[in-house]
């Protein structure tokens, strides 16, 4: 078996929810026959980087890469569209804004990332209240 390129494994696509553009952080796709290449004839779901949404995307969702984004740690260039809002890095995995990613895009992003994050930590939060609730809290997660 062959591994699937990583460029097809992680597309470029602008989330339906808040228009930001980057890679998922979750892929859920089926393979050709051949077990070398995504199938896109198959329904495609990724999920957000950004909020956190997941959708469908198809081959004509998927977003060129038309530039290269130079890594601040370890300097390796990755392809990725000239509108990406966050890039992750192909050699080191940091993941850091695009260059679209400035002034008010960048504030907005900012502004996305701080309610996904704080969303889920409610819902940890919930979650955590209504398993002590039944008493199957585990002590260790008190």
């Known amino acids: 078996m062959t591994e699937v390129p990583q460029e097809e494994r992680c597309p470029y696509f ?9 890679e998922p952080d979750s892929a ?15 329904p495609v779901t990724v999920g957000c980087g950004f909020c956190r949404t ?32 966050r890039v992750i890095c192909w050699g080191c995995g940091i993941n850091e804004p695009g260059a679209a990613s400035v002034g008010a895009r960048a504030t907005y992003r900012q ?11 409610a819902r940890v939060r919930v979650a955590k209240e209504d398993a002590r609730a039944r008493g199957a809290l585990p002590g260790w997660a008190s």
């Open 28 to 42: 859920d796709y089926a393979l050709t026959g051949d077990r070398g290449h995504v199938d896109w004839t198959r």
């Open 54 to 85: 997941h959708t469908q995307i198809t081959d004509s969702d998927i977003l060129d890469r038309d530039t290269e984004h130079a890594c601040s740690r370890c300097g390796t260039r990755t392809a990725c569209p000239a509108d990406a809002d």
């Open 111 to 121: 502004d996305v990332e701080r309610g996904a994050d704080q969303w889920a930590t």
């Open 14 to 22: 602008a989330c339906t929810a808040c228009g930001l553009i980057g």
